[in-house]
């Protein structure tokens, strides 16, 4: 599970072995969830809203890189 970025505190995971929407996992301090790479909307877990909106600020400012990233890994 690489570790992609890491901001506030929050790491961002993607796994080599995942299935479904093209998604990234988020943690922080004890939260977790599944953001989808689309639109950044949490569709798994539960996540601080101040946090959560970071994240989707990260993904929808690195939408291609982290749909590239999937892409590799998902092959």
């Known amino acids: ?11 961002i995971y993607m796994y080599m072995d995942d299935h479904g929407v093209p998604h990234c996992h ?3 301090g004890d939260y977790a969830g599944a953001f989808r790479l689309d639109d950044g909307e949490l569709m798994a ?3 601080p809203p101040a946090q959560a ?3 989707k600020g990260f993904i929808c400012d690195n939408q291609a890189e982290l749909l590239e990233k999937w892409d590799e890994l998902s092959a």
Do not use: E, H
């Open 1 to 11: 599970m690489p570790r992609i970025a890491f901001f506030f505190g929050i790491s």
């Open 26 to 28: 988020a943690m922080y």
């Open 45 to 47: 877990g539960q996540m």
């Open 53 to 55: 909106k970071k994240i």
